[in-house]
Nanobody
Framework: VQLQASGGGLVQAGGSLRLSCAASGRSFSGYAMGWFRQAPGKEREFVAA????????SYADSVKGRFTISRDDAKNTVYLQMNSLNPEDTAVYFC????????????????????WGQGTLFTVSS
């Protein structure tokens, strides 16, 4: 399974950005997906997750109301729409795929993800 994240860059505070994560082959449908981020000198933290069906989502408190996770199974892609960005959102963002297929709940625990993308960096300038 290969996950390719893209969409990083430089954005001004208050701006918006959309990250994409494309999965290879037939290894996307049926699996929950998530986004994590890691700021310099900090641990990787949960950002958002979506169930395999797309019916449920979950967000970290720090991004709730500003970020939206979605998926397009026809394109094997998960997205993270980010609005009202602030400098604290600066980090390398990683997409990840659940280990277990057809899990009924959202997955917020890092250890339950078995496949990770390479990460995409974006910086929010003040």
């Amino acid at each position: 399974v290969q996950l390719q994240a893209s969409g990083g860059g430089l954005v001004q505070a208050g701006g918006s950005l959309r990250l994409s994560c494309a999965a290879s082959g037939r290894s996307f449908s049926g699996y929950a997906m998530g986004w994590f981020r890691q700021a310099p000198g900090k641990e990787r933290e949960f950002v958002a997750a979506i169930t395999w069906s797309g019916g449920s989502t979950s967000y970290a408190d720090s991004v709730k109301g500003r970020f939206t996770i979605s998926r397009d199974d026809a394109k094997n892609t998960v997205y993270l729409q980010m609005n009202s960005l602030n400098p604290e959102d600066t980090a390398v963002y990683f997409c990840a795929r659940d280990i277990t297929p057809y899990r009924v709940r959202v997955v917020e625990i890092r250890g339950e993800y078995g496949y990770w993308g390479q990460g995409t960096l974006f910086t929010v300038s003040s």
